[in-house]
Nanobody, 115 residues
Framework: VQLQASGGGLVQAEGSLKLSCAAS????????MGWYRQAPGTERELVAT???????VYADSVKGRFTISRDNAKNTVYLLMDSLKLEDTAVYYC??????????WGQGTQVTVSS
């Protein structure tokens, strides 16, 4: 099973980006799928998660600006990021947690917000 993240890039402050992360090679059902981020010199932190039944959790710093969604049929999770700020600059990682077994991490995708 692999998670393939895409959609990162360079964007101006107040702009938008949409990240995608698809699980390939698996028929697993994932209980939770989510996004984390890590800026240079900092710990990796939760951005948002979404459970199979739709329950979502957001970091306070992104509430009202980011929207997480998923397509269970495609085992894909999305992160729509609006009103981006300089402090959103980081490497974003997706994570998928199956109903049984260990969590899987995708490779990171760089998001850079410029002024």
């Amino acid at each position: 099973v692999q998670l393939q993240a895409s959609g990162g890039g360079l964007v101006q402050a107040e702009g938008s980006l949409k990240l995608s992360c698809a699980a390939s090679g698996s028929r697993f059902r994932f209980n939770a799928m989510g996004w984390y981020r890590q800026a240079p010199g900092t710990e990796r932190e939760l951005v948002a998660t979404i459970h199979e039944i739709g329950r979502t959790v957001y970091a306070d710093s992104v509430k009202g600006r980011f929207t997480i969604s998923r397509d269970n049929a495609k085992n894909t999770v999305y992160l729509l990021m609006d009103s981006l700020k300089l402090e959103d600059t980081a490497v974003y990682y997706c994570k998928a947690t199956p109903w049984s077994g260990v969590s899987i991490w995708g490779q990171g995708t760089q998001v850079t917000v410029s002024s």
